[in-house]
């Protein structure tokens, strides 16, 4: 988990600190505001940030009222308007409205139940913060409650007049297959919000000199996977061209809910590997889950290219636009 994911995890280690902790959430947006609606800033009670609510238009004065909160305990609805100007100045074309709840950690906001959060979050299970605008009840959901939410990983304002703030698990990157593509794809991904990790038994190839601050496993593809437990935040990307090491992974990954498996290779070698996979068992309902030729048809040639081909397909799937 990078540090700008880890908000709620400094605000409570802030709290228990001692030095005081307070959480501004981002609860509604219009015109160019350039952070969505479920976005965080951690403040200390020595001004100390961490996170963002705004990209820099409207953090001072956040930061000033999360001060303020800490000292009288009480939460807070702020509403700014980013003028043109000020929009310029952070990189914006114009400006925009932006609404924010700031609530102190250990006043309105209890410990406890962001402690659960945060061990929610160290769990990979999705959570999600429910607060009333009016009367500040609290409370905490499961996917089962709101479904929808949880699918789009989309926080907002319910029509009961509850804002919802969706805490799903970090998105994961699996690449099998220590190549070239590779190279270009786990960094990309890792500024898309993913966390990436490359599987190759071959310890030539998984290093770190050409995968620096990468996790590496040396392990089989399959038994990589399922010691690592995929869900529905899991993305599996093969790239090794033998099926020796793809196939198994191919076949853990369908076993699981990843929401992406993509395949590298050309269409000859994809109708060899279907005909394999079926030979196996494998249903043409579970084939048709595989994205291969890997990436969006983009006439990609370059290793770099195909990452941005397979990256774009990943976002465009996650987000349900392909």
Known sequence: MSEHDSIPETALAWHRAGTGAALATVIGTWGSAPRQAGSQLAISGRGDIM???????????????????????????LEYGVSDDD?????????????????????????????????????????AYGVTLEGWHRRLLGPADLPARFRDDRSGLEDTGEFITVFNPPLRLFVVGAVHIAQALVPMARLAGFDPVVIDPRE???????????????????????????????????????????????????????????????????????????????????????????????????????????????????????
């Open 87 to 127: 929009a310029f100045s952070v990189g914006l074309a114009c400006g925009g409205e932006i609404r924010i709840l700031v609530e102190p950690v250990g006043g309105t906001l209890p410990e406890d139940l962001l402690a659960a959060i945060v061990t929610a979050r160290a769990a990979r299970q999705p959570l």
């Open 204 to 322: 030539a190839f998984a290093t770190q000199a050409r995968f620096p601050g990468t996790r590496l496993s040396h392990d089989w593809p399959d038994e990589a996977l399922q010691a690592e437990g995929l869900d529905a935040r899991a993305a599996v990307v093969t790239l090794t061209h033998d099926p020796k090491l793809d196939d198994p992974a191919i076949r853990a990954a369908l076993a699981s809910g990843v929401f992406y498996l993509g395949c590298l290779g050309s269409s000859r070698t994809h109708a060899k590997r279907v005909a394999r996979l079926r030979a196996t068992g494998i249903t043409d309902a579970d084939i048709a889950r595989i994205r291969g030729p890997v990436g969006l048809d983009i006439g990609a040639k370059t290793p770099a290219e195909i990452a941005v081909s397979i990256l774009a397909q990943m976002v465009g799937l996650l987000r349900n636009a392909s």
């Open 51 to 77: 996170g963002s609510v705004s990209g820099g238009c409207v953090e001072g004065a956040v930061v000033l009222e999360a001060l303020e909160a800490l000292k009288d305990g009480r939460p807070r609805v």
